[in-house]
């Protein structure tokens, strides 16, 4: 029996288009710079802009950010008291529980990132530790 496997192919250019049109007819999630481009059980696959200032509020599940482009500092932690920084460039991988808050700063204005949530509400592991792997 042969098992036919959809592929499933998003150019960057494509990306960089949704986010712009997902802005301009208003479907972008929470209004941030961003789109989603596939969803495949409790997958979401996003591309995300921001410009100048990152008003990303925490999420509801774990998330995988994939820095395509720029570099800046990314921040994480419990509470804006307990926020840990580290720089990120291209090609960095960047994980963040579900309920942290966490935020770009100081960014490029070339910056852009894949991100992928994914896992249950709360995130997988109760309790996930914040630390971030050094750069």
């Known amino acids: 029996m042969t ?4 592929l499933s192919i998003t ?19 929470g ?5 989603q481009l596939l969803e495949r059980a409790s997958l979401k696959l996003y591309f ?6 990152d008003h990303q509020p925490p ?5 995988v950010y994939v820095v395509v482009s ?5 921040a994480v932690g419990a509470s804006e008291e307990t926020l840990q ?3 990120f460039g291209p090609g960095d991988a960047i994980f963040v529980p579900a309920g942290a808050i966490h935020r770009f700063e100081d960014f490029t204005d070339d910056f852009g990132s894949w991100v992928m949530m994914y896992g249950p ?8 530790a914040l630390g971030l792997t050094p750069h």
């Open 48 to 53: 995300y802009e921001p410009r100048g200032i």
């Open 121 to 128: 509400e709360g995130g997988e592991l109760p309790e996930p």
């Open 85 to 87: 920084r580290r720089p």
């Open 31 to 35: 209004g941030l710079p961003a789109a």
């Open 70 to 74: 720029g570099s800046g500092t990314f």
């Open 11 to 29: 150019p960057l250019s494509a990306a960089r288009d949704a986010v712009v049109a997902a802005l301009a007819d208003g479907t972008a999630p």
């Open 3 to 6: 098992v036919s496997i959809p």
């Open 59 to 63: 999420h509801e599940q774990d998330e």
